[in-house]
């Protein structure tokens, strides 16, 4: 079956009220963890730091450079995921709508590629003549400025 992560993103708000009603989710999202263990699909799952503790790498003209903090200031926050191994994208579209951050948030449902997936994209070309000579349309090459 192919598997699917949920990508599970929220306002990214400093209110107190707020923060207690997230908290005050806990048991539901335990809840629908343990469902999902229970019925096989769940393959990984875990929440995330805040934005505030993220370190961005850039790689430029072979020099490295950091920067603390996420790659782009949003109105929202990735905050967690889970990887979902489902019959197909229904499945694991309804498991999405059942993700208490959909509420006040969004989740954005997307196939896992595999790395067989990957190798045998770059081999057929996007245009599914064989011709690999072009990339992936989902992997841009690395170009030098």
Known sequence: MPEYMLLLYAP??????????????????QEITESLRRSGVLVANSPLHPPSSATTVRVRHGEM???DGPFATTKEMLAGFYILDCVDLDEALQHAARMPIARHGSVEARPLMST???ASALADGPDGTGSGS???PHIQPTRRS
């Open 116 to 118: 067989s997936g990957v």
């Open 134 to 136: 072009r990339p992936h």
């Open 12 to 29: 990214d708000v400093d209110d107190d009220e707020e923060q207690r009603d997230r908290w005050a989710e806990m048991p539901l999202w």
């Open 65 to 67: 450079a950091l920067t």
